[in-house]
């Protein structure tokens, strides 16, 4: 058999990202911070069961912010509510380094790191119902319709949070993009496991991604869902 005949098969197949890595330019001060903080605040990805507690160094409600960009509504919400935990993926090195920084000029004990495809966390590192609450804010939209399957925010996606979040824990999310709303709103009625909030939390912080909307012309469209006990 070939390699082609192989990767037909999906004997090779290989896994649709949601994101692209893009390298970016990292400051001398992002640098700096990824080389001394990370050995505190990062977790290193191995496709195994973390235990949050360990990590965190402390038990307490964890909140997983995904694609945290640079890291300010991540920081905002750890200072807000110290007595919580939260931990961010990010592939983007420049943005880690940046929330890095302010990690370490806040002193934040209750935050930790990831560098890596968060479906592959959540699938391989996070127990069931570990999580209290996840974030997804300003998600890659992924605008042309032959890219829609690169969409983090499919069927397959929603029953492994459902998987991952306790009993009445939230799924917040919000997009620029009026067609990726339209796309998440189709795949969350179409899921049992989650019913509509009446409205979302109002602790997410103003970011560069609302500036870029309002640029744009674009409307923020924002929900939530929680988690229910006996899905139909």
Known sequence: MTQTDREKSGEFSRPVRSFVKRQGRMTAGQRRALDSG???YGIEYAAQLLDLDAAFGRAAPVTLEIGFGNGDNLVDMAQRCPEQNFLGIEVHEPGVGHCLLSIIEHDLGNVRLLRHDAVEVLRHCIADHALARVNLFFPDP?????HHK???VQRNFVQLLAQKLLPGGI???????QNYAEHIAAVMADSP???ACARPPDDRSVSRFDSRGRRLGHENWERAWCTCSNPA
């Not at 799924?171 to 993009?177: I, N, Q, R, S, Y």
């Open 38 to 40: 990370w050995p505190r």
């Open 142 to 146: 992924w605008p042309k319709k032959r």
């Open 150 to 152: 690169r969409r983090i």
């Open 171 to 177: 799924f917040h999310v919000a997009t620029d993009w």
């Open 193 to 195: 496991e989650f019913s």
